[in-house]
């Protein structure tokens, strides 16, 4: 969508916040463990080169991203640092990864043959790196049987003028639970896969941020650090993080019209709201274009310290609350964030809106423009 700058609507990313998560994080590792940091999906919605340089600046030693295009927009922007695709890219676009030093993840063995015949023969390309995908309970991609991981590795290192064997890696389903059962037969699983493989890659990874927090002996030689670089606790409120996190995101507009209405008024789409009394209405430019899902509705925003809630249903460009007094036009809006003593955090979005803040924030549509904060590597 249109990034809509002149619109009192934004986005504002507090980049100290973030790079105080990572440095944090990188503190707690070990030496010989290296932090990637997630950027997919725009960052989380936080924009994906911006935070791609802080978390460098801040112990950061490489990327992973979801999609080649991702990746290729940081090597776009000068970051020259190990970039890994998680998800499965298609075989036609190997050459552009390997041109410009992407490492892939692997699923299954079908791939590996053709991406070898697809590489076959363009020998002014560096070769490809690969990280072997383990399915050990995910369910979601990935080789499941110790054979079809070992014959894949022997066929990657079979073709050393096109692949590189970099790493082997697997998922957690259940990271951020309290309930180990599952997590410990994930964990048994990758023991059994890595035990077969004929040699070591460099890359051995399976923490994703929940297994990295609670689980901080698995760091293996790499973690996948995510959700908790933005300030948010992977498991939402079900474990306590063992460092606070610092929430890196907020989001503000201003009232752009004001008025008083009376018992019997409507507001909104369906007149689904009326008015019981004498109040004060106010109309705020954001909508569910914006990633401010209708569901919303009833949901309070902050202006002046006070909770005001959205009262009818939530258009596509904007809304209307309920205020308890005449804020004139121009009153700041905070929909997540802070003003005065009472805070509004994307988990509490996502409670109401019965969903995970990860999908709130990565929802949040590129319509707003963000601001960010500077922040001082000490
Ligand atoms: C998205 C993703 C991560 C990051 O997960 P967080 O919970 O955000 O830390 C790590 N590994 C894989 C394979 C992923 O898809």
């Avoid at 202006?303 to 009262?311: A, D, H, K, L, Y």
């Amino acid at each position: 969508m249109q990034t809509s700058y002149l619109r009192p609507t934004y986005l504002e990313i507090d980049q100290q916040a973030i790079y105080d998560n990572v440095h944090h994080e990188r503190e707690r590792l070990p030496q010989s463990s290296q932090l990637f940091a997630v950027v997919k999906a725009d960052a989380y919605g936080h924009g994906l080169v911006p935070v791609a340089r802080v978390c460098r600046a801040a112990g950061a030693s490489g990327f992973c991203v979801a999609t080649l295009d991702e990746a290729l927009v940081l090597r776009e922007a000068q970051i020259v640092e190990p970039i890994l695709v998680l998800g499965v890219t298609s075989v036609t676009t190997a050459a552009i990864a390997a041109s410009q030093h992407i490492s892939l993840t692997v699923a299954d063995r079908d791939w590996l043959a053709a991406a070898a015949q697809t590489l076959a023969g363009k020998n002014n390309l560096p070769p490809l790196a690969l990280h072997l995908a383990a399915d050990t309970g995910m369910g979601r991609i990935g080789f499941t049987e110790p054979a079809e991981l070992q014959k894949a590795a022997a066929f990657v290192l079979d073709h050393p003028e096109t692949f590189v064997f970099e790493g082997v890696f697997t998922h957690f389903a259940t990271a951020d639970q309290t309930d180990l059962t599952h997590f410990q037969q994930q964990q048994a699983k990758f023991k059994q896969m890595l035990a077969v493989l004929p040699e070591k890659p460099r890359y051995i990874h399976c923490a994703n941020s929940a297994t990295s927090l609670w689980h901080a002996e698995l760091a293996m030689n790499m973690i996948r650090f995510g959700i908790a670089l933005y300030g948010l606790n992977p498991s939402g409120t079900v474990i306590p993080a063992p460092y606070p996190l610092k929430p890196a995101l907020a989001l503000y507009s201003e009232l752009v019209f004001v008025k008083e209405i009376h018992a019997g008024d409507t507001v909104g789409y369906g007149a689904t709201y009326t008015a019981p009394a004498t109040e004060w209405l106010g109309t705020i430019p954001i909508g569910y274009a914006d990633g401010w899902l209708r569901r919303m509705s009833g949901m309070a925003v902050l202006i002046e310290g006070q909770r005001c809630p959205i009262v009818g249903r939530v258009c596509m460009d904007q809304i209307m609350v309920k205020m308890p007094a005449k804020f004139p036009v121009g009153s700041k809006v905070t929909l997540i964030g802070r003003d005065g003593a009472d805070e509004i955090t994307i988990q509490e979005v996502a409670t109401y809106a019965q969903t995970i803040h990860y999908e709130i924030a990565c929802g949040l549509d590129n319509r707003l423009p963000r601001h960010y904060l500077p922040f001082d590597p000490d």
